[in-house]
């Protein structure tokens, strides 16, 4: 399935003849002038000058990529020479000025010989920039990291190699390569990656679970979401947003998953996470479409406990619906609960 992934995003990238989808092509003349023009830069050690360069041709192609050159280079000395680029590009106001020459240096990298580690430090210097790499970008990133997979390495051990370079995994980074592999409904490897994040030093946010199971809830992988969410609280001991809650409920009410779905709210309760009004909502109504009445019951009554009530129609049907099936008690509780809070 891996090799199958990493197939589909080399024929999506190659799709697209530019990276930067520039509306035309200048000559090859003029291609083989910029690449010229940045490699003198390069070799007077002008780097500031770069994204200005790259910005008078802003009708060139990725192919040639003007930084084609360096695979000339030996492979440390590339290196070298794209860190001092990085760090050059840092005081350089505004930030965005060096985007285009971030996304010329990340397709580069992405699409030789041996993308990684280095298109993660430039990935890293990008974001931290406050820029996006452009969406291409993501298909490459994505195809890179598979087949270093592969090839049976840990992702803790691919991440770790930065520090050969210089560089340091961090959140940012290895959020954009989750939801990169996401993109591309590699569901599995982005929760690999998750869990491997905490053995490269680098510790998973709440962006970093938002995404995997934000993505696991849309394709209703609802076990795998579920039981993320709980690892999150529990190991991690962060709180879900109430909009990753109602995302995880809605998704079990479309299962028709409604005892998983009340068990999650009973352990958020217990954790103390607040759920919202929204997040019950969602599982009551799941459990009256599923006729889960008893269910239903005893979610509006921990709801109402929160200070919340639900509409008069979903009130109806509750009580209603207890009654329809001879729980006349617990009918009568709810209905005295409903009166309570309308008081």
């Known amino acids: 399935m891996m090799i199958g992934a990493i197939k589909s995003c080399r024929s999506l990238v190659n799709f697209g003849p530019c990276l930067l989808q520039f ?114 970008i993501r298909l490459l990133l994505s195809s890179a990291w598979l087949e270093r997979r592969c090839q049976s390495q840990s992702v803790a051990d691919i991440l770790l190699e930065m520090k050969s370079i210089g560089y340091h995994p961090d959140c940012g980074t290895c959020n954009y390569l989750v939801s990169s592999l996401c993109a591309i409904d590699q569901l599995v490897e982005a929760a690999k990656v998750l869990k491997g994040m905490s053995s490269a030093e680098c510790v998973p946010d709440l962006e970093s679970y938002s995404i995997v199971i934000g993505a696991m ?59 919202g009004f929204q997040g019950y909502e969602v599982v009551v109504e799941g459990c009256l479409e599923c006729r889960e009445y008893i269910l239903a019951g005893k979610t509006v009554m921990g709801m109402t406990e929160r200070g919340f009530i639900p509409y008069i129609k979903v009130r109806q049907k509750v009580v209603e619906g207890l009654a329809g099936v001879g729980e006349w008690k617990l009918a009568s509780v709810v209905r005295q609960r409903f009166a309570e809070l309308k008081s």
């Open 23 to 136: 509306s035309s092509l200048r000559s090859m003349s003029s291609l083989r002038t910029l690449e010229e023009t940045v490699r003198a830069a390069v070799d007077a050690k002008d780097y500031q000058q770069i994204p200005e360069l790259l910005g008078s041709f802003e009708e060139a192609c990725q192919n040639p990529n003007p930084f084609s050159f360096l695979s000339n280079f030996p492979q440390n000395h590339r290196i070298k020479v794209i860190d001092e680029m990085l760090e050059s590009f840092i005081p350089l106001r505004p930030r965005s000025r060096p985007k285009i020459a971030y996304d010329y240096l990340l397709s580069y990298s992405l699409q030789s010989l041996h993308p990684l580690p280095l298109a993660l430090a430039i990935l890293q210097r990008t974001l931290r920039s406050g820029c996006v790499p452009v969406p291409q």
């Open 217 to 275: 809830s849309t394709a209703r992988k609802t076990n795998d979401a579920v039981e993320i969410m709980k690892e999150m609280v529990l190991n991690m001991g962060l709180m879900p947003r109430q909009g990753m809650v109602i995302k995880v409920a809605a998704a079990l009410r479309a299962n028709r998953e409604m005892w998983k779905a009340v068990e999650m709210i009973a352990f958020l309760e217990r954790k103390g996470c607040p759920i």
